[in-house]
């Protein structure tokens, strides 16, 4: 769905499915990704992270995949549990400058 | 600290009064940005400090936003005369030697009424 205003785009998916969040991202000069998980009146957590000269990396339960082509990142969330439900943002940093750009963020949201 | 500490964790303030946030970064850790997000959006990028070097001022909104960090270490965000789209969740984070895996603070949440 669209992001607009106050509302995000969120992702219900159903416990032990497997989660795919998507995220597109501006400057084709980015070297380098980051997706971070933000739970309710906490600060981002560092999830994973990839470099642009890979294409996929994984971790534990999750795996990002870029594709440099279409300037397109995606999270993949192994069988979901009830604890993964946050908002996810990815975050680039375009070569030169100094800071993170973040997306506007996905909402999960796992029922049982 | 074992992390980034902020404070206050919430502050209500009436339109036009200044407002002074803090950020006490991880001890050793020699960059510390300010970002800001606003209800369900993503994270907009204020401030970033690195060693002694000179700010990144290039995310400040408006000539009322200030920050200073002081010693290397601790840094307040302050905002003077505030107003209501000054309303936010603001976030510090540090990270080491400027890297990009940055650790959050748990933010402070900003209310101008």
């Known amino acids: 769905g669209e992001s607009v205003g106050l509302h995000l785009p969120t992702l219900s998916v159903q416990e032990g499915d497997n989660s795919i969040i998507n995220c597109a991202y501006s400057?084709?000069?980015?070297?380098?990704f980051i997706w971070y998980k933000q739970e309710s009146g906490k600060g981002p957590q560092f999830i994973i992270d990839?470099?642009?000269?890979?294409d996929k990396r994984q971790g534990q339960r999750v795996t990002v995949l870029l594709n440099k082509t279409v300037k397109h990142l995606s999270l993949q969330i192994a069988a979901t549990q009830p604890g993964d439900s946050a908002v996810y943002f990815c975050?680039?940093?375009?070569?030169?400058?100094?800071?993170?750009?973040f997306g506007a963020g996905t909402r999960l949201a796992v029922h049982p | 600290g074992a992390g980034v500490s902020q404070s206050p964790s919430n502050k209500v303030t009436e339109k036009g009064k200044d407002v002074e946030l803090r950020c006490d970064p991880i001890?050793?850790?020699?960059?510390l940005y300010w970002y800001r997000q606003s209800l369900g959006q993503g994270l907009e990028f204020l401030i970033y400090f690195q060693g002694n070097s000179a700010p990144d001022k290039s995310g400040l909104p408006s000539d009322r936003f200030s920050a200073e960090r002081t010693g290397g270490s601790v840094s307040t965000l302050t905002i003077q005369r505030t107003q209501q789209e000054d309303s936010a969740v603001y976030l510090c984070?540090?990270?080491?030697?400027?890297?990009?895996?940055?650790?959050f603070g748990s933010g402070t949440r900003l209310t101008v009424v």
């Open positions: 984070a540090s990270s080491l030697t400027g890297g990009w895996v940055y650790t």
């Open positions: 975050a680039e940093a375009p070569g030169g400058y100094n800071k993170l750009i």
């Open positions: 990839i470099r642009s000269n890979m």
């Open positions: 001890s050793g850790h020699t960059a």
């Open positions: 400057n084709s000069a980015s070297d380098y």
